[in-house]
């Protein structure tokens, strides 16, 4: 199985927070990890030069880099403008990474089930006390 790791995850896992940094060690171990190549994006943008220079080829080793084709561009926009004509907004990251996941039919790990209400997506959520 592979498993597509949402941003907030990896953020806690290089930042050494548990229970991200024990579930990938674990994870990486058994199964596949994958990311969106928009999630480099997001956690480049947090991370100095120097800490990219460090991290990113530690993400890489870690995980597969799932690029946005434009079949994922189309089911995000759908899903964005679905959500919107029901008064709810979405972020394009996250329908993003939402679309990768349900295209490769990944579940996606993620500690922010509110951004991804599409009822269609597997999600593993990784803190018992955020599982619903």
Same mark, same amino acid.
Request: net charge positive; hydrophobic share 40%; proline share 6%.
């Given at each position: 199985?592979?498993?597509?790791?949402?941003?907030? $995850?990896? $953020?806690?896992?290089?930042? !050494?927070?548990?229970?991200?940094?024990? *579930?990938?060690? %674990? *994870?990486?171990?058994?199964?596949? *990890?994958?990311?969106?190549?928009? /999630?480099?994006?997001?956690?480049?943008? #947090?991370? /100095?030069?120097?800490?990219?220079?460090?991290?990113?080829?530690?993400?890489?080793?870690?995980?597969?880099?799932?690029? $946005?084709?434009?079949?994922?561009? =189309? !089911?995000? #926009?759908?899903?964005?403008?679905?959500? %919107?004509? =029901? #008064?709810?907004? *979405? #972020?394009?990251?996250?329908?993003?990474?939402?679309?990768?996941?349900?295209? !490769?039919?990944?579940?996606?790990? /993620?500690?922010?089930? =509110?951004?991804?209400?599409?009822?269609?997506? /597997?999600?593993? =959520? !990784?803190?018992?006390?955020?599982?619903?």
């Amino acid at each position: 199985m592979t498993y597509l790791v949402d941003t907030d $995850v990896l $953020v806690d896992f290089f930042k !050494h927070k548990e229970p991200a940094k024990a *579930l990938i060690a %674990k *994870l990486s171990s058994t199964t596949t *990890l994958a990311l969106s190549s928009l /999630t480099i994006t997001e956690l480049r943008s #947090g991370w /100095t030069s120097e800490q990219a220079d460090f991290l990113l080829p530690r993400l890489y080793a870690l995980c597969t880099v799932v690029p $946005v084709t434009k079949a994922i561009a =189309k !089911h995000a #926009g759908k899903w964005r403008w679905e959500y %919107k004509s =029901k #008064g709810v907004s *979405l #972020g394009t990251p996250d329908t993003v990474i939402a679309a990768t996941a349900s295209l !490769h039919d990944y579940p996606l790990l /993620t500690n922010n089930a =509110k951004d991804y209400p599409m009822p269609e997506l /597997t999600r593993y =959520k !990784h803190t018992p006390e955020k599982a619903a």
